[in-house]
């Protein structure tokens, strides 16, 4: 992980600010071989308490792209959640799941 940052957006209609995480990311796969890479499923944010934020689309992010990360190349883009409160405690957890990989987390 690279930074984060939080976006502010202005909901059409009502004028509520929506609270956006963005994660900048690079990823390299340092195996032999080819790597998954589904964010959607693979990347997500988590407060100490077990909530969990899922990817949400926001407009004018560098968007990293899922697909197979070839040895020895990384991939680098951003991700972004909607939070409702942008003043809680997040760790942003890659999990590569199911080849046997630990998680990975980092305090925002």
Not at 15 to 29: A, K, P, Q, W
Not at 36 to 61: C, D, H, K, N, W
Request: aromatic share 12%; charged share 20%; hydrophobic share 40%.
């Amino acid at each position: 992980m690279n930074e984060s940052r939080i976006e502010e957006v202005e909901e059409p209609n009502s004028g509520t600010m929506l609270h956006y995480v963005v994660v900048d990311l690079s990823i390299r796969n340092k195996g032999d071989e080819n790597l998954a890479f589904i964010p959607v499923f693979q990347a997500y944010l988590r407060t100490p308490e077990g909530i969990t934020y899922e990817m949400s689309p926001l407009p004018g992010i560098d968007p990293i792209y899922a697909g197979d990360i070839a040895p020895g190349t990384s991939v680098s883009g951003e991700l972004s959640y909607f939070v409702p409160d942008s003043n809680v405690e997040l760790f942003f957890f890659f999990d590569p799941g199911w080849n046997q990989e630990n998680a990975i987390f980092v305090e925002l």
